[in-house]
């Protein structure tokens, strides 16, 4: 009996320390995939270093000193260096009082949407042509790098050929007297919707070619089955474009028009070069960031950093505007 109890005894305990060992070896095992998460999560951290070191460097800091000098008068006359002098938000007043702001502002977004139209409807087009399976075109990687050659070109050297092509005694004048359309040269430069329609037409050049690539990479990744549908179901090619694909290529549109107004406020070398840094005829081609060169070349600190903050707000209000007007909400 003493034995059979042993026997019983020990056959009553072991399924008890066999569910503790088991449960021990589980901790064990859940604790070692944590320290592995851990040590996988710390790699993560430090590849972001070379990322927040260069968008502290050249982003925040730039951003902070930015502001700070925009209280501060700043300026050279002559030789003599007057400042730095704090004057609280003075700048910002004279950037506002003086009128200037408002006329290039225009100056910049008559310049922008002038180039942006053409370009995003010719995207849309090409866009649509190179992705229509049914057209089955031919070359067209050659196409496509055609198209896109306009975009690795130098802002400074595109504006340097129409500078030259477009001058008062060059190549176009010279071509259209010849045709008989005109009887004089026409003084491109000289008037200002013809030096407009030139900043405008070099910038629609220049980046038709990256809007119709990003487009074409949204129209890929929309599901064919959709497209076959629709025409079982007897839409035209007009339908399926405005019925499927530009309501599921809306993200990237919105993309595309964010960056390009942002670009946009950004316009400088084109109309810089293309109007020897005057903006005229009477500064209608003058945009932003020429109002705001003129400054740093003045060394007036002051002012442009006050002009710099009113473009950052600027550029902020706009790609909110831009946000909320194009993308609603779902119906459900």
Request: net charge positive.
């Amino acid at each position: 009996m003493r034995a059979n109890s042993n026997t019983i005894g020990f056959t009553l305990s072991a399924p008890w320390g066999f569910e503790k060992t088991r449960k021990e070896s589980k901790k064990g095992t859940l604790m070692k995939k944590r320290s592995k998460v851990v040590s996988y999560n710390k790699w993560g951290y430090i590849f972001l270093i070379p990322f927040v070191v260069v968008y502290l460097v050249f982003q925040m800091v730039p951003l902070v000193t930015t502001i700070y000098n925009s209280f501060f008068e700043n300026y050279r006359s002559g030789l003599k260096q007057i400042g730095p002098n704090f004057i609280g938000i003075q700048n910002y007043i004279t950037i506002i009082t003086n009128g200037d702001l408002p006329t290039y502002f225009k100056n910049t977004m008559i310049m922008w949407v002038m180039g942006f139209v053409p370009q995003i409807i010719l995207s849309l087009l090409l866009g649509a042509w190179f992705t229509d399976p049914s057209l089955r075109l031919k070359c067209q990687g050659f196409f496509k790098t055609v198209i896109y050659m306009p975009n690795l070109i130098m802002a400074s050297a595109f504006s340097m050929l129409f500078f030259t092509l477009f001058a008062d005694s060059g190549p176009i004048n010279s071509l259209l007297l010849n045709m008989g359309v005109i009887t004089e040269s026409y003084k491109f430069m000289s008037h200002i919707w013809s030096v407009r329609t030139l900043v405008a037409f070099m910038n629609c050049v220049m980046w038709f070619g990256n809007t119709t690539i990003l487009l074409m990479a949204g129209m890929m990744g929309i599901d064919p089955s959709l497209f076959e549908a629709a025409q079982v179901d007897g839409a035209t090619a007009n339908q399926i474009f405005y019925k499927i694909t530009l309501p599921l290529l809306k993200p990237i549109l919105i993309y595309v028009m964010i960056t390009s107004l942002i670009g946009g406020l950004q316009m400088f070398d084109v109309p810089q070069i293309l109007t020897n840094g005057s903006g005229d005829p009477m500064r209608s081609s003058m945009t932003l960031i020429m109002y705001l060169n003129k400054h740093l070349f003045s060394k007036n600190y002051g002012l442009a950093g006050a002009l710099s903050v009113f473009m950052f707000i600027i550029t902020g209000i706009l790609s909110f505007m831009v946000f909320k007007f194009t993308s609603s909400k779902e119906v459900k």
